[in-house]
């Protein structure tokens, strides 16, 4: 893995093999990071499913005010936190090893921009962003990243969610989602 930009911009880390584990393509997070580049600065982070970290720490990296990270897999978990204290990332980077409904069953706290990346045969998109859309874990405007197969888009409830942007490259479909006001 690589972080594109920023201050760790060109840095190489190495991957925890895991099964499932996909970390977003090198080009796409390059597309994604255009398209936050205007809100990315101070935000409130969350890259739930994180696996590898590359979105969040991508993130924190283009100055990001801070970053939750929640993967379920002890052993990906635990490169993760290994490599946000070689990064010197820990006073704005926070990993938790678990799993991501349960995360998202407990007390919320409002992000800015939130990273669904979970893996494809997973299933776990759609309950996500309904609980996003639940109320309290989004603040007013937040964008929320979703990456999938290319093919299966989430379906989104037109009263809760619009597409801000999406594009598919190879084998995978990416969009930036917003909550209708």
């Excluded at 935000?43 to 993130?59: K, N, Q, S, Y």
């Excluded at 007013?140 to 809760?160: H, K, S």
Aim: glycine share 10%.
């Amino acid at each position: 893995m690589r972080i594109i930009g920023g201050d760790w911009g060109g840095r190489r880390f190495p991957v925890e093999a895991a099964t499932g584990l996909r970390p977003t393509a090198d080009r796409n997070r390059e597309t994604l990071f255009n398209w936050l580049q205007p809100t990315i600065a101070g935000a409130r982070v969350l890259d739930l499913f994180a696996g590898t970290g590359a979105l969040g720490l991508e993130a924190l990296s283009r100055g990001a005010a801070s970053a939750t990270f929640v993967e379920r897999a002890r052993p990906v978990a635990a490169a993760l936190e290994a490599l946000v204290e070689r990064l010197e990332a820990t006073p704005r980077a926070r990993v938790l090893g678990m799993d991501a409904r349960r995360f998202l069953r407990s007390d919320p706290v409002a992000f800015d921009v939130v990273f669904l990346d979970p893996p494809f045969d997973s299933h776990g998109l759609e309950p996500a962003l309904a609980a996003l859309a639940q109320g309290g874990w989004l603040s007013d405007g937040a964008q929320v990243y979703v990456e999938t197969r290319a093919g299966r888009a989430p379906r989104l409830e037109p009263d809760e969610w619009w597409c801000r942007r999406d594009k598919t490259a190879g084998d995978v479909w990416f969009g930036l989602l917003q909550r209708a006001q």
